[in-house]
């Protein structure tokens, strides 16, 4: 069976019909702006359009599946959606690694504008953040969704539609910057039109997240479905404010955003950093509170702490961007607030930590045997020490040492790789053989090579920055007798090459474990049928006796 | 609006809308009444322990 199989006949006709849409879209685009960026993504869409025109229309008069379809969760786009997380973990780790070590070896760069660091920098944070990141979450929101709620999801073009459309935002945006577009905006260089392509894709996540919530089965809303349905509406409106922009013309992919001077920086910051915490942080904590219960088999320590530490998060999360811009031109009184607020979410941090480092007691025996449950473990370790690193970071004089260096490059990393990667790892080790009706991956000894190469290069990596941030931050303020600057910034320069070369294989370790999970996965999904027999079922209403 | 009034206002709205919002947020989480639900919210994501037949 294929994907297309799945969808009823009057559903396949929607799906043929969204793909022509697809298509026209892109041949309109690329027609419209005739060249430049903006016909390069057009052609991209009406590519995409027509590989779905074909895929759909050879199906649409196939036998539909039958009614019995709707006794088992719709976990075909959750299958895709862990595809392309790991497709993007491989790609934008790999960009990673070579940029990494181009700061090494910098006379290594091809004399070619597009492999320069400038533009393949953001190709690195965009596909990780949002090709790895935003998959993951998008796979396994609709996962936990469809088993919290007891529920199949509300529908089944709506799912396909949401990933189908984030992936091709994804494409259009690393595809952008490698021509040398952006709207110079930090993680949020795609050019306008990828911007309210994004909205029209995030609109349809949030209704049929809703939807399904509505049909559900439980009477209460599982605290993991809180997290993400608050990562789906925030990002809408971060990502809304902070993108509003008027093109320089319809036909083009240039653009300038509405915001001006300080106000700018301020915006780009409470976007930047709520990133952090309603892309990379909110909608994780949704996959800690379901994955890590299930897989140690015993219930979150405390619910209502983690109800708690909910609001907490929310509520200071969102003042704290401003610690960004510490001895700038904006307002002193702003600079504080994002201080105050970034130390003040200390608290719900570590609640949310300890919550999940308190579930395994009793169960450690379990983190010693299991290398998926492991995973969760370390993450949840990783976030509490990241954010405590945060907050740290956060103060006024801490952060005259620390900004501007590669401190916060392995602070970001610490987060990145030992906590949002590491939740992913646990959640997909535990999702993918529910998906394929097995019991195990089809490797199980590769999760332990994966586990240890991700923890040890998560270590190199972050220790390494930490080196290399405290010296250049050191060597930076240095003064002679005189008073005059003890180092040149070249000199400063060159006191990271040990560094820089230690981080890179760091780097490579970790992304070696990630092609050791994508193997696994490949070969655990092969080795069952799509669609194979599931392993747990939605709740159907029966009617009284 | 003056700056004077600004600050006095975000001086005293501020803390008594976030302690405000603290404190709701506590007792709704921390009531006794709720502790058994939670207990079963809690446990209903476990395959086996759900306390409802699957079917």
Not at chain 1, 101 to 124: C, I, N, Q
Not at chain 1, 181 to 187: F, I
Not at chain 1, 239 to 255: E, F, Q
């Amino acid at each position: 069976m294929t994907p297309a199989g799945t969808l009823s006949r009057n559903e396949r006709q929607i799906a043929f019909g969204l793909s022509v849409a697809l298509s026209v879209l892109g041949f309109g685009m690329a027609a419209f702006a005739g060249k430049g960026v903006m016909a390069v993504h057009g052609a991209m869409a009406l590519i995409l359009g027509l590989f779905l025109v074909f895929r759909v229309g050879g199906r649409l008069y196939e036998g539909a599946p039958g009614i019995e379809r709707h006794d088992r969760y719709f976990d075909g786009p959750t299958r895709f959606g862990v595809m392309m997380t790991l497709v993007w973990a491989i790609f934008a780790m790999g960009i990673g690694v070579w940029v990494s070590a181009l700061l090494y070896w910098p006379e290594g760069t091809p004399a070619l504008p597009w492999t320069s660091f400038g533009r393949l920098r953001p190709v690195h944070t965009t596909g990780i953040i949002f090709g790895f990141g935003g998959n993951a979450l998008i796979a396994t929101s609709f996962y936990v969704l469809q088993r919290t709620a007891r529920t199949r999801l509300a529908d089944a073009i709506s799912p396909w539609f949401v990933l189908i459309g984030f992936n091709l935002f994804c494409l259009w945006a690393v595809s952008g910057y490698l021509m040398g577009s952006t709207q110079s905006k930090e993680y949020a260089e795609a050019e306008w039109y990828a911007d309210l392509w994004l909205v029209v894709v995030w609109v349809v996540y949030f209704t049929v997240y809703i939807r399904t919530l509505a049909r559900r089965h439980e009477p209460h809303i599982y605290v993991a479905n809180w997290y993400y349905m608050a990562f789906i509406l925030v990002v809408a409106m971060l990502h809304i404010v902070n993108n509003l922009a008027i093109p320089v013309r319809w036909n083009g992919a240039d653009s300038f955003t509405i915001w001006a001077g300080v106000q700018d920086a301020m915006i780009q910051w409470w976007y930047g950093h709520n990133a952090v915490a309603f892309f990379l942080t909110s909608g994780f904590l949704g996959m800690l509170y379901y994955y890590l219960p299930v897989r140690s088999g015993r219930p979150i320590w405390s619910y209502r702490l983690s109800i708690l530490s909910f609001w907490g998060i929310v509520f200071f999360y969102i003042w704290v961007g401003s610690h960004h811009l510490h001895y700038t031109a904006l307002p002193y009184w702003v600079q504080t607030l994002g201080m105050t607020f970034s130390v003040m979410l200390l608290v719900p941090s570590w609640a949310s930590a300890g919550n999940a480092i308190a579930t395994l007691n009793g169960a450690w025996h379990k983190v010693r045997d299991d290398a998926t449950l492991r995973f969760m473990f370390v993450a949840a370790v990783f976030y509490g020490l990241s954010t405590f690193e945060g907050s740290f970071l956060a103060i006024r004089p801490v952060n005259s040492l620390s900004h501007y260096t590669d401190w916060t490059v392995g602070h970001v990393h610490s987060g990145t790789l030992g906590w949002v990667a590491m939740i992913i790892f646990g959640a997909i080790y535990t999702m993918v053989p529910q998906l394929s009706g097995r019991e195990t991956m089809a490797w199980p000894r590769a999760i332990e090579w994966h586990f240890w190469l991700a923890v040890g290069g998560t270590l190199v990596y972050v220790v390494s920055m930490w080196n290399a941030g405290i010296t250049q931050g050191l060597m930076w303020r240095a003064y002679d007798l005189n008073g005059a600057l003890s180092y040149s910034f070249v000199e400063s320069v060159q006191a990271m090459a040990p560094y820089y070369l230690i981080r890179t294989i760091g780097g490579g370790m970790f992304l070696t474990g990630a092609i050791v999970c994508a193997l696994n996965c490949y070969a655990t999904f092969r080795s069952a049928p799509y669609m194979a027999e599931p392993r747990d079922v939605p709740l159907r209403p029966t009617p009284a006796e | 609006m003056s700056h004077d009034t600004l600050v006095y206002l975000a001086k005293t709205l501020g803390p008594i809308w976030m302690m405000g919002f603290f404190i709701i947020v506590a007792i709704r989480a921390y009531n006794p009444k709720r502790r058994a639900e939670q207990e079963r919210i809690a446990r209903s994501i476990l395959p086996d322990q759900s306390g409802e037949d699957p079917q």
